[in-house]
């Protein structure tokens, strides 16, 4: 082995790597959606989700103030509109309006869901951690909700062979495993 730096290791790992889109809402009410790659199981009992969320983010100011959030997984009918959610914006664009997203709302928290999404996952905050320019946010899963008609879902991928790349903007490659 030969030592290397963070980055070029991590071309290696970080590469194919399921979104997910997180939803969340301000103290007023008005609703907010991202795209974010590092998330996780924390639990199974009970269910916990793990995100990191830069703190420069209005996902991190919005989920800091409410202490809930919306885990949902985007299928491959979502490409471009997980591409766009991913980009920064400024904070008085509306997301939602800009993607066409249908929000429903959930059971127990104001953070809404994403119609079209294979699967949502409501979250009351459980703790987070500092992790230098992000934190984590550990959030105990209180409902989860499954699309009646699920598509492929949606990876960040590589050039690599057995991809195919379905929305790509800059650096950026979204897109299923082929079959």
Not at 53 to 59: I, S
């Given at each position: 082995m030969k030592q290397v730096s963070f980055k070029e290791a991590m071309q290696y790992w970080s590469k194919p790597e399921r979104i997910v889109?997180?939803?969340?809402c301000d103290e007023e009410g008005n609703p907010f959606v991202m795209t974010a790659g590092w998330k996780m199981r924390a639990s199974f009992k009970p269910p916990m989700l793990a995100?990191?969320?830069?703190?420069?983010?209005?996902?991190?100011?919005?989920?800091?103030a409410t202490g809930e959030f919306v885990v949902a997984v985007p299928g491959a009918d979502l490409a471009k509109e997980a591409l766009d959610c991913g980009m920064p914006s400024s904070n008085d664009q509306d997301r939602f309006e800009l993607c066409g997203f249908s929000k429903k709302?959930?059971?127990?928290?104001?953070?809404?869901?994403?119609?079209?999404?294979?699967?949502?996952?409501?979250?009351?905050?459980?703790?987070?951690?500092?992790?230098?320019?992000?934190?984590?946010?550990?959030?105990?899963?209180?409902?989860?909700?499954?699309?009646?008609?699920?598509?492929?879902?949606?990876l960040i991928v590589g050039e690599e062979k057995g991809?195919?790349?379905?929305?790509?903007?800059?650096?950026?490659?979204?897109?299923i495993v082929n079959t």
């Open positions: 889109l997180v939803t969340s995100i990191a969320v830069g703190k420069n983010r209005t996902t991190h100011q919005n989920i800091s709302p959930g059971s127990f928290v104001k953070a809404p869901l994403i119609e079209k999404c294979i699967a949502s996952f409501e979250c009351k905050l459980y703790g987070q951690v500092d992790s230098g320019d992000h934190t984590v946010f550990v959030g105990e899963v209180k409902a989860a909700w499954l699309n009646e008609h699920p598509k492929k879902p949606l991809y195919e790349a379905l929305a790509v903007e800059g650096p950026y490659r979204l897109g």
